[in-house]
């Protein structure tokens, strides 16, 4: 065990208690992650995670946020480091540096100086590590270590729990480091937390295709931004969008894009199924999916409901 600990923090006892008393104090003393705030289901939206589209802007660059981030485990494993700092890890093209999980708590193994688990969401599995307090300098350091062991003491194996934690690199596999790890009571929570991924998700590949955009000469202000949450562009960027897109579109390509920007297929919610696009146009249904994916790379149709449902952008 002394070996394992030297290896992966190169120092004795000495420097894991300063490292942890560090860790620890940085953890209560921002008001971030203080107490409840950490539970409070803030700090990961994407204002400040990551800002309006901007030329200059970098993930690089906004490593130090210390923005919550809600993620699945199969996010986390596609995730890469930055080329820059391979500490640090991209997702969606932002810097990964705190994260939250929801899962079910597996392999659940105590010692004396932290204990681990593997925490299982359904999407993926990942190794998870929460360190006790080291310090007893102070009756705080006491009180943080007591308070910690009764957490961990609640969360047993088959309980799906709700974690918070560092994302760390070791020998090429990513595990968690973990400063908050508390049962879930309400299992709501579950289906909030993956239509939170879903929504950070949406919103940071939308910032990176403005970053691509702007980098791109002959484009129109936003382009080539086309998405279907309306609370995230202005209506002039998509009519641009869709004037300057629409110049090349021919053929069946051009078909499927005039029928789906009929009065009667904008005004459905749920837009238009293929079938119904290759059975009014008289063509394959192969061909309506080719037309489709070109369509859709080119941001002048998105699919709604499911990937058989599909509308224009133009008044989508």
Aim: hydrophobic share 35%; charged share 20%; glycine share 8%.
């Amino acid at each position: 065990m002394t070996a394992e600990l030297d290896e992966m923090g190169g120092g004795g006892d000495g420097e894991i208690e300063a490292g942890q008393r560090t860790f620890t104090e940085n953890m209560y003393g921002n008001s971030q992650f203080d107490g409840n705030a950490a539970f409070s289901g803030g700090g990961f939206m994407p204002s400040q995670t990551t800002q309006t589209a901007d030329p200059s802007f970098s993930p690089a660059k906004n490593r130090d946020a210390q923005a919550l981030l809600p993620l699945t485990v199969k996010q986390i494993s596609e995730a890469f480091q930055s080329s820059d700092d391979k500490a640090n890890f991209l997702i969606d093209g932002v810097d990964v540096n705190n994260v939250k999980l929801v899962g079910m708590l597996h392999e659940k193994t105590e010692r004396v100086t932290d204990v681990s688990f593997v925490l299982d969401d359904g999407t993926g599995r990942i190794d998870c590590h929460r360190w006790y307090a080291l310090g007893y300098i102070s009756i705080i350091f006491m009180w943080i270590r007591m308070l910690t062991i009764l957490v961990i003491v609640e969360v047993r194996n088959g309980m799906y729990v709700k974690v918070h934690g560092h994302l760390k690199g070791f020998q090429g596999k990513k595990q968690l480091m973990v400063y908050s790890v508390r049962p879930l009571t309400d299992y709501n929570e579950i289906a909030n937390h993956f239509a939170d991924c879903i929504y950070v998700h949406c919103y940071n590949t939308k910032i990176r295709k403005q970053q691509d955009a702007s980098q791109v000469p002959g484009h129109m202000p936003n382009s080539s931004v086309n998405t279907p949450s309306k609370g995230y562009q202005s209506t002039q960027s998509n009519h641009f969008s869709v004037q300057y897109n629409i110049e090349g579109v021919k053929g069946i390509d051009k078909m499927v894009l005039n029928y789906l920007q009929q009065p009667s297929c904008i005004a459905r919610e749920k837009g238009v199924h293929r079938s119904e696009l290759a059975q009014q146009l008289n063509v394959t249904e192969n061909k309506i999916l080719e037309a489709i994916d070109s369509l859709e790379s080119e941001g002048l149709i998105y699919s709604t409901i499911d990937e058989f449902h599909y509308k224009s952008t133009a008044n989508g």
